[in-house]
């Protein structure tokens, strides 16, 4: 294969091959503008290092090759004692990476090279000071020396000489410093610095290769998802040199504000200096519109290339360049980085300027961006005093006292308190504290824990993970190193970057929520500057483009009538899924208890006769919140444990109750009851539509509450649209006996007709969708449950037990509950929509659960072809964003 690509060969569509910079380098060539002469080593030449631990040996070759052309459009050779050629070798992979050797500059200079570099460009210092950069960055990044070895030194000699900036040492320092940085090389790499110019190059070059595979670049990579097996490319460039007196320096610049978006003159120039001295920050930089100033010509210059290369990537670039005696070169560009707010801002500003299109303005933001934007955040000029940093968990910034259970919870927010909920680790019977919580933190658990997931789902801040806790509950205090605190004392968690604060934080709000929640007028009203004001616009824009062009609907799961009148408010089409297990906690509870271990028929009758009006009362606020709009309401699906007393807590109380003489024959008749119904596995037990078919009347109750529900609604001029979701279905005949039940009971209230379907969310169902669609009027992928069941995990247990250990080792690159694994589960939705369409062409599909609101997986669903997704209200906006990039 072909290793090495001029700079006059590649283009910007190849970063696969040449890495981003190489790409860009090659594209600023092909249009002409002032890029030093150079070549990249591909990402295949890297590849095959580290298959085979060794250079290629055509790479050498080419590598000859093209520095031979190099040497003779300039007439010079690398490292010669007359007019030497200097290199700098780059590092450059497809995504920029933090971790891997980055740059080494001024290859080719030696002992003898050093004096011919002095003379050519007549300047000594000059010289000198290259050379002990060389030697520095060399010893560094090539041999492993400590780079702060070379900075002591430095630092000891400008003590020395009593000067504070390195540009007040002289040509004599200089050199003897580049004699102190050998020695150090000698003694800690055990070898000389080597002399030879080629040998420089071959050894950096490999450098580079080997730095792909240092612990820190695994590490990025595995945190940014970036696959391992990329490899960099090396960039050879021309040196050309800020560092050669007044009429030299160095720069960045950014063709807008990476900030605001507003485009203008945004960058920073160092007047002779080289590279890494302007964000080293070793001397003051000053604005880049200075410039103007010192040398007007390169500064009319470096604008027209802005103007070029924005017009030309249309999007923010940010360039490094350097000016040699007056001449301008550009050594780096790319489309810039930016801020979530920067994202919106710049998209429709070059809608505005009819540099792209909104369909292109939506696919330049992502739904993570907008998340960040819904979050009220800390201010950030305020002190804080940081109490320890974990697992950001669900974004969002949250102060309030600590409170370690539910009572405390509601007790302190119905006195108007905000409250932090305080736990080890979190489990359902958390929910009411979780609820009403402003932050959620543990000190177990990581992203996938319950709090982690529970909270991400109500958009409620939290961290997780945070070991340097001791929660003590019975205590009632926690513990942080020398501090503990109590019940009442006030925290702030920061859910974006997992940090803990002590005492109170300045939150400021989010003007785009304000305007998500309520409406473009109130977002506006609520933006307390221009600059918001335009975020505000330019996200209301992107949004509506979005909503015009998806193919996906989005709609919410909402149980309660208010999460339904939020998930409305933003934009939701309907409720993809209302669970109807959290309508049976608290005072309730009692009576599905009855219900599910009555002895008799009388007993369970009562039971469901006391539960059908409150059930009825519940589907009412919700169509009518919904009114209008597809409702799919899933009928129970406890796991049953959940809603039972514990086996161990009762049979306690039994067995003292006993010893002490006094029977209760209730409570033994219970103990009983739950030993029978106990289960090994409950989510792979009773639960859904075998709980159901088991328990007499359950099923029935739930469908005549609905459709008492929607008669009511009926008669109020409502137009009521409930979807009756049968749970956990895994053979056709199950979907087929509640159907015949439900048909019947519909008929009988006088609402027949509403559409019964299932949940896909077992792999038999998947696999016999063209059966089970026989009976269905709609599918509902539960990918929750499905990645359980086809990884054969419990997503309670393995969390913790391995999931660290699989992201480590690969086997996983993200935990399959946060986005869908498409290969497998997916594989089976596919299955199941391929199968539902063959029985049924028009077959309604959408997909419920986590994956729903999580953008990568909204993208899978695209292309699967389903008619929706539904996931929590808080991430409706996520979803009509990402549905709409998906179809464009
Ligand atoms: P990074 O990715 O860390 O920015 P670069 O490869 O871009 O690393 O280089 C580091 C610094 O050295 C940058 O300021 C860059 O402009 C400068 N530099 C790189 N190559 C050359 C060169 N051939 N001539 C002059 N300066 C260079
Ligand atoms: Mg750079
Ligand atoms: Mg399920």
Redesign the pocket.
């Known amino acids: 294969p072909k290793y090495v690509y001029r700079f006059s060969e590649g283009d910007k569509d190849q970063k696969d091959l040449l890495g981003g910079?190489g790409a860009n380098l090659a594209e600023m060539t092909r249009l002409g503008l002032p890029v030093?002469p150079?070549f990249t080593i591909t990402t295949e030449a890297c590849r095959a290092y580290m298959a085979t631990g060794q250079v290629p040996a055509d790479l050498r070759v080419e590598v000859t090759l093209a520095l031979r052309e190099i040497e003779d459009t300039f007439g010079r050779r690398l490292g010669d004692f007359y007019e030497p050629l200097l290199?700098?070798v780059?590092?450059?992979a497809k995504f920029?990476m933090p971790g891997m050797m980055?740059?080494v500059?001024n290859v080719g200079l030696n002992d003898a090279s050093v004096q011919g570099l002095a003379q050519f460009s007549g300047d000594e210092r000059f010289a000198w000071d290259s050379y002990r950069r060389l030697i520095q960055m060399f010893g560094k990044t090539v041999l492993d020396v400590d780079g702060d070895l070379f900075a002591a030194a430095l630092d000891d000699l400008k003590a020395e000489r009593g000067v504070r900036d390195d540009v007040e040492l002289g040509a004599e320092d200089l050199r003897g410093l580049v004699e102190t940085f050998k020695q150090i090389v000698r003694a800690e790499a055990g070898r000389d610095f080597p002399q030879h110019p080629r040998e420089q190059l071959d050894l950096a070059i490999e450098a580079v290769f080997g730095s792909w595979n240092t612990e820190r670049a695994a590490l990025y990579r595995r945190r940014e998802r970036i696959p391992n097996d990329l490899g960099t490319a090396v960039?050879i460039?021309?040196?050309?040199?800020?560092n050669l007196g007044e009429t030299s320096g160095?720069g960045?610049c950014f063709t807008r504000d990476p900030s605001t978006g507003h485009s203008g003159v945004y960058g920073d120039y160092l007047t002779n200096a080289?590279?890494?001295d302007?964000?080293a920050g070793i001397r003051n930089t000053v604005p880049l519109a200075d410039l103007e100033q010192i040398d007007p010509d390169s500064y009319a210059e470096l604008r027209q290339a802005m103007r070029r290369l924005e017009t030309h990537y249309r999007d923010l670039c940010d360039i490094?360049?350097?000016i040699e005696r007056g001449k301008l070169?550009l050594?780096?560009t790319r489309v810039g980085k930016r801020t979530a707010a920067a994202a919106f801002r710049v998209a429709t500003q070059l809608v505005d300027e009819h540099l792209i299109t909104m369909d292109e303005a939506i696919s330049r933001v992502t739904g993570e961006q907008l998340t960040k934007l819904l979050f009220p955040q800390f201010d950030a000029a305020a002190d804080k005093t940081l109490l320890t940093r974990a697992m950001a968990a669900s974004p969002g910034a949250a102060v309030g006292e600590i409170v370690f259970d539910n009572a405390q919870a509601i007790e302190r927010t119905d006195a108007g308190a905000d409250v932090v909920l305080v736990r080890r680790e979190t489990s359902p019977d958390d929910l009411a504290g979780m609820m009403v919580a402003a932050g959620i933190l543990t000190s177990r658990g990581g992203k996938t824990s319950h709090a982690a997931v529970v909270a991400r789902g109500m958009g409620t801040c939290a961290v997780v993970g945070a070991e340097a806790l001791d929660v003590d509950v019975a205590k009632q205090e926690v513990r942080v190193g020398e501090r503990t605190l109590v019940a009442g004392d006030v925290i702030a968690l920061d859910g974006t970057n997992g940090e803990v604060y002590l005492g109170d934080v300045p939150v400021v709000d989010s003007p785009v929520m304000t305007y998500i929640a309520d409406g473009l007028d109130a977002g506006l009203a609520a933006c307390p500057d221009e600059a918001t004001a335009e975020l505000v616009q330019a996200v209301h824009r992107i949004l509506t483009h979005a909503d015009g062009v998806r193919r996906l609907g989005v709609r919410a799961n909402a149980d309660t009538a208010d999460d339904a009148r939020r998930a409305r408010s933003r934009g939701a089409e309907g409720i993809g899924l209302c669970r109807t297990e959290h309508m049976f906690l608290g005072e309730r509870r009692e009576l599905i208890e009855r219900v599910v271990l009555a002895e008799g028929d009388t007993e369970r009758d009562a039971a469901l006769d006391a539960l059908l009006p409150l059930q009825r009362g519940d589907f009412i606020d919700i169509l009518e919140q919904m009114d209008g709009l597809p409702t799919t309401i899933r009928l129970i699906d406890p796991p049953l444990h959940e809603f039972l007393p514990d086996l161990t807590d009762l049979a306690v109380r039994v067995a003292l109750a006993r010893e002490r003489g006094e029977v209760d024959e209730r409570e033994v008749a219970l103990l009983a009851a739950v030993r029978r119904m106990h289960e090994a596995n409950p989510m792979l037990g009773l639960r859904g539509v075998r709980l159901g078919l088991k328990v007499p009347g359950l099923f029935a109750l739930q469908i005549r509450a609905i459709a008492e529900a929607t008669l009511e609604r009926r008669r109020a001029g409502g137009d009521p649209r409930p979807e009756i979701m049968v749970p956990l279905v895994g053979s056709v005949r199950e979907l087929q006996i509640v159907r015949e039940e439900a048909t019947g009971i519909l008929a009988e209230v006088g609402a027949g007709g509403l559409p019964v379907g299932c949940m896909i969310e077992l792999p038999r169902a998947a696999l016999t969708a063209h059966r089970i669609a026989e009976e269905a009027d709609f599918f509902s992928f539960g990918t929750n449950d499905l990645t359980q069941t086809t990884w054969g995990f419990s997503r309670d247990d393995v969390e913790g037990a391995f999931f660290t250990d699989y992201l480590a080792n690969g086997v996983l690159t993200i935990s399959p509950f946060e986005t869908i694994d498409a290969d497998g589960v997916g594989a089976l939705v596919r299955a199941g929509v391929a199968g539902g369409r063959a029985t049924k062409p028009t077959l309604h599909m959408g997909v419920c659960g986590e994956h729903g609101g999580d953008p990568e997986s909204i993208h899978f669903f695209h292309v699967a072809g389903l008619d929706y997704v539904s996931c929590s209200p808080f991430r409706v906006p996520v979803a009509r964003l990402e549905a709409g990039r998906a179809a464009v």
């Open positions: 910079k030093p150079g290199v700098s780059r590092s450059g920029s980055e740059t500059l960039n460039v021309t040196m050309v040199f800020g160095t960045v080289q590279g890494e302007v964000v490094e360049f350097t070169w050594l780096q």
